[in-house]
């Protein structure tokens, strides 16, 4: 089927903002990119860490129980997956805590998801009474609570703005069927102007991507965390050193495309962004959180003992066993793929912090 402008409600000639556009075409909820179809693995757009290899799951479970004895081992602990995909990391993180009993009676699971098409997979994959799928936060009363995201921030739409002699303007597209998606840009709002400026990290830069729809999705999760103590890890695509451009990418068949190829391809396509770090570390400094050093993924993972855990895996493993734990090891740790490209960030609100992993 081929999916047309007017089956997102996208009007020929209209302004839309790149936030809105990338919304409707990702979250429509008949035809939009993750209502309909399975992003994730060998058949889909990309692949997720989960989906590369059992071993980052288990090494996050572990830092999770970390995280549990640190707080002091409460008898009521709160762990929730924002974006949990296809359901991969929860399925071995239920596995896992079968071997830390006292964790396991302690700790209640909650999966954060918005697409009802991706929710019936996950329900396929796990089967555990102790697994609830929430659309809020407002049931989790009791503390403490530690959130969790892989590649959950950077499928939050976007808006992008540029300063044209000091003055703000936001990028918008025009929808039109015969030539594609073309550029305008308007007059920032008063409002989003005073925002960005108040952030440092964009101080001195002429193009600026701004999450604000990630950002109301992070108010919330910080409001529980202010009051109830615990904190988020994210892991994501992304960068420390400024970027004065702009980095969204569409992605299919794990092949980036350009916006205009996204454009003959609507629904069918992956949107996404790298997600800028130094600027999630000033917001949550902001917001009164604590956050630890920003670490690469593959720093983290070495920290927690994924190469160790390999080493125990290896000796039960069929040679072919091996070359493959060995080929999805590559994958999670090389500089040049996962390894470097994705960090680490971990935001809380505890007296203690010492959480394992960033040091």
Not at 10 to 22: A, T
Not at 42 to 51: C, I, Q, S
Not at 248 to 255: E, H, Y
Request: proline share 3%; glycine share 6%; charged share 30%.
């Amino acid at each position: 089927m081929r999916y047309k402008p007017e089956n997102f409600d996208l009007q020929s000639d209209e302004l839309i903002p790149v936030d809105e556009f990338v919304e409707k075409v990702l979250y429509h909820p008949e035809i939009g990119y993750y209502t309909k179809k399975i992003p994730f693995g060998k058949e889909g757009d990309f692949v997720t860490a989960p989906t590369i290899s059992n071993l980052f799951s288990e090494i996050i479970t572990i830092w999770l129980i970390s995280c549990w004895e640190k707080f002091g081992k409460p008898k009521s602990f709160n762990f929730i997956e924002l974006g949990p995909g296809d359901g991969s990391f929860t399925k071995v993180l239920i596995d896992t805590i079968e071997n830390f009993p006292d964790f396991k009676k302690s700790i209640k699971i909650f999966l954060y998801e918005k697409s009802d098409f991706l929710k019936k997979i996950q329900k396929k994959k796990i089967n555990d009474s102790n697994v609830k799928w929430i659309n809020n936060f407002k049931h989790i009363k009791k503390g403490p609570v530690v959130f969790f995201g892989n590649e959950f921030f950077d499928a939050i739409p976007i808006k992008q703005f540029t300063f044209y002699k000091k003055d703000l303007f936001e990028k918008y597209y025009i929808v039109n069927k015969k030539t594609g998606l073309n550029e305008t840009y308007c007059k920032a709002s008063l409002k989003d102007a005073e925002t960005i400026k108040s952030f440092k990290t964009f101080k001195n830069l002429k193009f600026i991507e701004y999450p604000k729809k990630g950002f109301y999705e992070l108010d919330k999760i910080i409001e529980k965390i202010s009051k109830l103590n615990g904190g988020i890890m994210l892991i994501d695509y992304g960068y420390l050193d400024l970027v004065n451009k702009s980095t969204l990418q569409t992605v299919m068949k794990n092949k980036k495309m350009n916006m205009n190829s996204l454009f003959k391809n609507l629904g069918r396509a992956d949107i996404t962004y790298l997600v800028n770090f130094s600027l999630l570390k000033e917001f949550f400094l902001k917001k009164k959180l604590k956050v630890k050093k920003i670490v690469s993924q593959k720093f983290f993972l070495e920290k927690m003992g994924i190469i160790q855990r390999a080493k125990i895996l290896e000796k039960k493993m069929t040679q072919k066993q091996e070359e493959y734990m060995s080929l999805t090891l590559m994958r999670l740790l090389h500089k040049d793929l996962m390894g470097r490209l994705f960090k680490v960030i971990f935001a809380f609100k505890s007296k203690k912090e010492n959480f394992l992993g960033f040091e």
